[in-house]
């Protein structure tokens, strides 16, 4: 069973950092291709970045590449993502998911970037 909680969302001024977690209270974390995903109100939910169960394939969308940073602890059970410089329009939804033979999605924690 996957049960995935994020945390570290909040409100930070153009050109801060935060860094978010995303947690399973499951065993089997390291068996799953882990994903960060954000929604913006109004918009379709879309696609950050990525990472592979051994964490030693990642991949990003253009719009964060440079800026955001994935990784994962396999023995904490925790992928994290490190946004730095952030920009107004990363204001949004940020979701992680566990992806084996099901997708699993976590509730979700807001990141407000003001200008």
């Known amino acids: 069973q996957v049960q995935l909680v994020e945390s570290g969302g909040g409100l930070v001024q153009a050109g801060g950092s935060l860094r978010l977690s995303c947690a399973d209270a499951?065993?089997?974390?390291?068996?799953?291709?882990m994903g960060w995903f954000r929604q913006a109100p109004g918009k379709e939910r879309e696609f950050v970045a990525s990472?592979?169960?051994?964490?030693?394939?990642?991949y990003y969308a253009d719009s964060v590449k440079g800026r955001f940073t994935i990784s994962r602890d396999n023995a904490k059970n925790t992928v994290y993502l490190q946004m730095n410089s952030l920009k107004p329009e990363d204001t949004a939804v940020y979701y992680c998911?566990?992806?084996?033979?099901?997708?699993?999605w976590g509730q979700g924690t807001q990141v407000t970037v003001s200008s």
């Open positions: 990472i592979s169960r051994s964490g030693g394939l990642v």
């Open positions: 998911k566990a992806s084996r033979y099901f997708d699993y």
């Open positions: 499951g065993r089997t974390f390291s068996s799953y291709f």
